[in-house]
């Protein structure tokens, strides 16, 4: 009875489709990715690991340049509890960017990810809480590379011009 169950359960899973997400398959040969900042440098550790596109250092030598126009990290407050102190923050983290080739032909246009993640505060532990601020931020930027990645996966390889 057990393996016939079994069997039935692996048909199951075989036929509905589901397979695992493989590594980005970027439409450009290569990409510059702007320097500066620990999102471009975790971004270019997941193309450099995850997909067969090459990192330049050059913009002129390159097929894609990403860049970005907004990179901002925000604390927003929640809620107050009876005394009137800060019980709950709102993290976010917000990117805007576009991708264009050396000559500025439009691959993306300006797109904008926006994540956040809430956080309980407490007063007496102001020290654990400044550390699990940093651990969701750097989370929060793990997930902004992940998701960075499949957009310009899903993007188009034939460029537009610019408006004018």
Not at 12 to 32: H, V
Not at 56 to 66: E, F, H, Q, R, S
Request: glycine content about 4%.
């Amino acid at each position: 009875m057990r393996l016939l169950a079994t069997i039935v359960l692996a048909a199951s899973l075989a036929a509905c489709g589901f397979q695992l997400r493989g590594p980005a398959e970027l439409p450009f040969q290569t990409i510059y990715v702007p320097p500066g900042t620990s999102l471009s440098a975790e971004l270019k550790r997941n193309l450099v690991k995850l997909s067969k596109t090459q990192v330049v250092d050059d913009p002129a030598k390159a097929d894609a340049v990403l860049g970005f126009t907004r990179d901002v990290r925000d604390k927003v407050i929640l809620s107050f509890n009876t005394q009137g102190r800060v019980q709950e923050y709102q993290l976010r983290y917000r990117i805007e960017f576009r991708v264009t080739d050396p000559k500025g032909k439009v691959f993306m246009p300006t797109s904008e990810i926006l994540l956040t993640r809430d956080l309980t505060y407490n007063d007496a532990q102001v020290l654990s809480e400044e550390s699990e601020e940093a651990l969701l931020y750097r989370d929060m930027q793990s997930d902004m590379v992940q998701q960075l990645l499949r957009r310009m996966a899903a993007s188009s390889k034939t460029a537009v011009a610019p408006p004018q």
